[in-house]
């Protein structure tokens, strides 16, 4: 399997566009999670998925963030408008339930919103 | 919620001698400790891990302990090298049906050759 697979890498946006990042996950995992990290804040978990459902977005951090998982291949994260302070790197991972938990992460979405 | 504190925020050791990553957690539930190594310009990536049933763990040069008791555990590299030179993160979780993993503030490891 190639793991986790986001797009695009690097992302530059004007203030008030919509931005839509993409994730792939490891084929047969049933969690997916996305992940924001800034250097004043750290990884900070937006949002997860079990077996293509919701389960907790209590980090979401406004309205303007909405995520989605139509089948177990595929996720996104929509920021809508998109503002300066927005600018982070996105981390998408997936893992398996059961003994073995380890969360393998993606290269990351670099977003910049100027 | 589940809090997760790192210690220290920046550590740089010469080469050869050994690093120790300290973290502490908030919520007893917790029973799973992995430990993450992310380097420059990519996604964090699993290096040990411990689960509470265990309370030492080592591979090669890596090593982990977890004291439930006082709820912190530490990651442990001996005979360090430059290639370890990288951001070390801690974190917790609840392993088993809607879990979700909390991580530390990160450690940023310089390994001066």
């Known amino acids: 399997d190639a793991g986790v697979i986001q797009s695009p890498r690097h992302e530059v946006t004007e203030m008030g566009q919509e931005v839509t990042l993409r994730c792939k996950p490891i084929?047969?995992?049933?969690?997916l999670f996305w992940y924001r990290q800034t250097m004043m804040r750290g990884l900070e978990l937006l949002i997860y998925?079990?077996?293509?459902?919701?389960?907790?977005d209590s980090g979401m951090p406004e309205d303007r963030f909405s995520a989605k998982m139509p089948n177990a291949s595929f996720s996104t994260l929509k920021i809508q408008p998109s503002e300066p302070r927005d600018s982070a790197v996105y981390f998408c991972?997936?893992?398996?339930?059961?003994?073995?938990?380890?969360?393998?992460f993606g290269q990351g979405t670099r977003l910049t919103v100027v | 919620g589940e809090n997760v504190e790192q210690h220290p925020s920046t550590l740089s050791v010469q080469e050869g001698d050994s690093a120790v990553i300290k973290c502490t957690y908030s919520d007893s539930a917790s029973n799973y400790f992995p430990w993450y190594k992310q380097e420059l310009g990519k996604g964090p990536q699993l290096i040990i891990d411990?689960?509470?049933n265990v309370g030492e763990k080592k591979d090669q040069r890596i090593a982990v302990t977890l004291n439930k008791t006082a709820k912190h555990f530490s990651l442990h590299i001996t005979e360090t090298q430059p290639e370890d030179s990288a951001v070390y993160f801690c974190?917790?979780?609840?392993w088993g049906g809607g879990f979700k993993t909390i991580f530390g503030a990160g450690t940023r490891l310089f390994v001066k050759a």
């Open positions: 084929s047969g995992h049933d969690y």
């Open positions: 991972a997936s893992s398996l339930e059961g003994e073995n938990t380890e969360a393998f």
């Open positions: 411990i689960r509470s």
């Open positions: 998925f079990n077996n293509n459902v919701p389960i907790d």
């Open positions: 974190a917790a979780s609840i």
